[in-house]
Every structure is written in C-alpha cells, then in structure tokens.
T-cell receptor, first 113, second 110 residues
C-alpha cells in the first residue's frame, strides 16, 4: 500500500538553528500538507501546497516557516530559526485530486533545546 | 472559525463492548474525517464522509449534517483498538485545511 514517508523521525536541535523536515508524499497525489501537534494538544494545520505554491496557511506559519517541493518527490518544511515553542510532532500528509482522503506520514518529532 | 468538540475525552471499556465516540462541530463543513492515532504518534485515516454512513470492518461512522454531529462506532471492541480517535472537519470555499478535535483516548481491556 502506498505511504507517506517522513524523515527524520526525531530531531533534536538548539534554539536558533535551522531545521528541515522532509516528506515523500504518495506519488500521484497533488495536495500536500504540514500539520503539527504540540505534546498533549490538538493537531494544528500549518500549510497546504498545491500546484507548486502555498494554497492556504495558518497564522502559525509565519516568516520563520517555509515549504518547498524541490523535485518531483520531496516536500520539505523549513524552520529558519527554531524556538523552544516549535517543539512538536510535525506531520506531513497528502491527498489526491478526486477522493480527498488524507494519508499521513508517521511524523517527525522536533525537540528544541 | 469552526470549533470541533469530541466526547468523551477518555473511554475505558472491556473487550467485546460496543463503543461510541461523538463529534460535534459549529460551522457547516464539506467533509468530516475520523482518524486514529497510535501510541507511537502516527495518524491513520479511518473514514472521510460528507453524508450518511460508512462501514469498514468493525468500524462504522455516521454523520448528521443538520445536527452538525458525527459518531464513530466500534463493534466487538478489541485491545488492539486502543488508540486516540480524532475527528477533523474541512470547511467550504476551497479551504484545504482540517480543523481537529482534541481526540478521544480509548482503552480496551482484555
């Protein structure tokens, strides 16, 4: 069964450092998303991406965040200068054009010290 | 802004029991998702529905658009069903984002 893969599974970084989280969505999907879940809290939407551009973003997704689809397979989330409050599980998801069903990756746990 | 509320927040039951988890939302939606979050954190999509009822194995999801309410039922529950179950809704007008409920932690004891 096709799946969304994310790397790394866990990253520990110092405050102020840049972090890149990587995702390989399902190959024929056209919509890509990043969500995050701070420990003990609800999952929150960060950004959606379609046709090589951001289609929607939340107020969490400020200038410190960026997304990119550098080639035909990867979808990355970059945090330029990490803060303690960026510590969370980050989920990548993708969906097709027709069904709208979402497929999530296993998540990347980011710990900012 | 859509608010999504789930009940109960925690549910403990014995193996074999019939389980119901409820989800209410405040604003009209185009679709509602039921998701399962494993203890390790991974999220799996169970159902996406916009009307009526869907069934997959022992899982049944229903939605009442007029009442802005959905339920997830598990028949003949099993310890492997223990997980967090999350309701998430998608709005109209081209909105792509999901708004999530806080989740229901289900524990099935043998």
């Amino acid at each position: 069964e096709p799946e969304v893969t994310q790397t790394p599974s866990h990253q520990v970084t110092q405050m102020g450092q840049e972090v890149i989280l990587r995702c390989v969505p399902i190959s024929n999907h056209l919509y890509f998303y990043w969500y995050r879940q701070i420990l003990g809290q609800k999952v929150e939407f960060l950004v959606s991406f379609y046709n090589n551009e951001i289609s929607e973003k939340s107020e969490i997704f400020d200038d410190q965040f960026s997304v990119e689809r550098p080639d035909g397979s990867n979808f990355t989330l970059k945090i330029r200068s990490t803060k303690l409050e960026d510590s969370a599980m980050y989920f990548c998801a993708s969906s097709g054009l027709v069904s709208g069903e979402l497929f999530f990756g296993e998540g990347s746990r980011l710990t900012v010290l | 802004k859509n608010e999504v509320e789930q009940s109960p927040q925690n549910l403990t039951a014995q193996e074999g029991e019939f389980i119901t988890i409820n989800c209410s939302y405040s604003v009209g939606i185009s679709a509602l998702h039921w998701l399962q979050q494993h203890p390790g954190g991974g999220i799996v999509s169970l159902f996406m529905l916009s009307s009526g009822k869907k069934k997959h194995g022992r899982l049944i999801a229903t939605i009442n658009i007029q009442e802005k309410h959905s339920s997830l039922h598990i028949t003949a529950s099993h310890p492997r069903d223990s997980a967090v179950y999350i309701c998430a809704v998608k709005g109209f007008q081209g909105a792509q984002k999901l708004v999530f409920g806080q989740g229901t932690r289900l524990t099935i004891n043998p």
